[in-house]
């Protein structure tokens, strides 16, 4: 294909100039983000001239992550994020994100855990191996339902599922950039207006992405307003409510402070006065819990929906809580949350997960075989996704 003419003809000849293919005794560089600079036009066409390898491209092999709840937590968000932030509200492009960055953890030349990958050179302006990480993008929050979508394919990433299409992918970019690193590595797939590239010689090959898992993941601040997991301080309230907007606990008079389910108890059952303001919930709940290890605050707005004492809960008036706060300080764990139909709330994570109230189930019909089996209810299928596992913060 004949190159479309471009200003810069000394970036193309940096850009396609022959790259040493590193041997096996050495380390590849994991070179910065650097793009040339071309129009979106002469990028797509410059792209076109890259063959694809004619090398198998084979499957990379299943990941089960081996990790506690928090590192589990952290894992799934910091990989829900870069599927996001990089291919947005796209399943198909989530997974390819998603098995490019597993690749990457496996890969000696890359950091040991999916949030180190993620976020690996986040502290620079430039140089950030997923841009999203430092380019200011992540002040554009998802909305709980993307945000769900995303944490669900990362979740069935780190269980095993593989997005076999890409192979042994450790880069990719789109197809309107040129990086300087893209005519030195085996272009392998195109997925969408997404190309994905491979290390050429031994280091591309699947005996190189043999490295274990470190057992942990870091926590990165920037991770804060999306993921408990990554958020520190009482109740992770810390760049997730407004400080203007929420009282000080210790303002509230003991007279204001309801009374637990039972007596001497750990659980409140509370009619919430909506002139405290959506912020102020938290406050109260914190003021009520004191210095309780372990303390389970609930409320709602619609005094009619609070649980008569005693009572258990139903099924709408689980529906209908407007704000819960749960403590477990033996577990290093607190946290608020809002229902988000009722109160806007300015990140995903402290939407409360609905659950619609099922209406009552009709009469089961007579059954020609008494006794018989009733197909596979309740049985999951080979083609049912697998199920997936709520980060226990929600």
């Not at 990028?43 to 390898?53: G, M, W």
């Not at 810390?238 to 000080?248: E, Q």
Request: glycine share 8%.
């Amino acid at each position: 294909m004949q190159l479309a003419p471009v200003p810069d003809v000394p970036v193309l000849a940096e850009i396609t100039r022959p790259k040493r293919v590193v041997p096996k005794a050495e380390l590849p560089e994991v070179e910065p983000v650097r793009l040339a600079a071309l129009s979106m036009q002469d990028a797509r066409t410059f792209n076109a001239t890259i063959p694809f390898s004619t090398a198998p491209n084979p499957a990379a092999r299943p990941l089960i992550l081996d990790a506690g709840a928090e590192d589990f937590g952290r894992a799934v968000d910091c990989l829900a994020a870069a599927t996001w932030y990089e291919a947005g509200d796209d399943p198909v492009g989530q997974r390819a994100v998603a098995q490019v960055v597993l690749n990457r953890m496996r890969h000696p030349a890359f950091p040991k855990s999916v949030c180190g990958v993620v976020f690996q050179g986040q502290e620079r302006r430039t140089g950030c191996q997923f841009t999203f990480t430092c380019d200011g993008a992540m002040r554009r929050i998802p909305s709980p339902a993307a945000w769900g979508r995303a944490q669900t394919i990362a979740q069935q990433a780190l269980t095993g599922a593989v997005f076999a299409k890409v192979g042994y992918s450790t880069h990719y970019h789109t197809d309107w950039v040129v990086p300087y690193w893209s005519s030195s590595l085996d272009k392998v797939a195109e997925v969408n207006t997404h190309l994905f590239f491979r290390w050429t010689g031994w280091w591309g090959t699947p005996a190189a992405f043999r490295r274990g898992y470190a057992g942990s993941e870091p926590v990165f601040a920037k991770m804060a307003a999306l993921s408990p997991f990554h958020a520190g301080g009482e109740v992770a309230l810390a760049g997730v409510v407004d400080p203007a907007a929420m009282l000080d606990p210790d303002t509230i008079p003991e007279s204001a402070v309801p009374k637990p389910v039972a007596a001497g108890g750990d659980s409140f059952h509370v009619a919430l006065d909506k002139a405290m303001g959506a912020d102020g919930f938290a406050a109260l709940a914190i003021r009520t819990c004191g210095e309780r290890a372990y303390c389970k605050f609930l409320g709602w707005t619609d005094r009619a929906k609070v649980p008569a004492v005693g009572a258990a809960l139903t099924p709408a008036q689980i529906e209908a809580m407007s704000f819960s706060y749960l403590r477990d300080k033996e577990q290093g764990f607190g946290k608020a949350l809002w229902n988000c139909g009722e109160f806007k709330r300015p990140s995903p994570i402290q939407c409360m997960r609905r659950t619609p109230v099922a209406a009552a189930a009709p009469a089961p019909a007579p059954s020609a075989t008494p006794g018989g089996p009733d197909g596979l209810s309740g049985v999951r299928r080979k083609s049912d996704p697998a199920p997936v596992v709520p980060p226990a913060t929600n």
